[in-house]
């Protein structure tokens, strides 16, 4: 059987291997078919049926089981995700494992589709380091995404030390699919 941790590394060498068999497109369809409609075909029924309800119920003991440190923020109108050490990145980055170029764009490779069939879009950022924030909107909701600290106050990950600001981030807008974004 293969651990949690070690699962991370071979996830983390199979992106590699598939851009390299069949690009970047390959890598989207694994993402999407693999995750998003098979492993966690579960989230996707329960987000779909419950909204921020089942964000609720699915995120809440996921992050807790996987031992992230994060902190959740709920409103009528959104449902945030601010992750402060995410723990399959930091595993990958305390032991050296790099083959995809952006493994943190997974996350958004699965959950990107799952919401747009749900009916959201995603505002999102990670910075390559084991951080990021997320801000899940129903798609009618034309609300920008937050400033630092407006919605999650002294949790939101942008405003921890970890957070680096002259490094590379990524930056979703309105998303519901891995290839809309921009790269700051």
């Known amino acids: ?12 060498w199979t992106f590699e291997w598939l851009r390299q068999l069949g690009g970047h497109e390959l890598v989207t369809a694994y993402w999407d078919e693999s995750i998003n409609r098979d492993a966690q075909v579960h989230a996707h029924a329960l987000i779909t049926a419950k909204g921020f309800e089942g964000m609720k119920e699915y995120w809440g003991p996921t992050l807790a089981d996987e031992g992230a440190v994060s902190h959740r923020t ?10 402060h050490e ?25 959950i990107g589709p799952m919401m747009k069939d749900a009916g959201f879009v995603i505002d ?6 084991g951080q990021c924030w997320w801000e ?17 106050g002294a949790e939101d990950v942008r405003l921890r030390p970890g957070w680096v600001h002259d490094a590379p981030v990524d930056t979703y807008q309105r998303a519901t699919l891995p290839d809309d974004k921009t790269t700051a």
């Open 1 to 12: 059987m293969t651990g949690c941790y070690d699962f991370c590394g071979h996830y983390e």
């Open 74 to 83: 709920v409103t009528d109108t959104v449902f945030r995700i601010d992750m």
């Open 86 to 110: 995410c723990p399959s990145k930091g595993f990958l980055l305390r032991n050296g494992l790099e083959q995809y170029k952006d493994y943190c764009d997974h996350c958004m490779g699965w």
């Open 124 to 129: 999102h950022q990670h910075n390559h380091c």
């Open 136 to 152: 899940m909107r129903r798609a009618e909701d034309a609300t920008p995404s937050s400033t630092p600290g407006e919605l999650s």
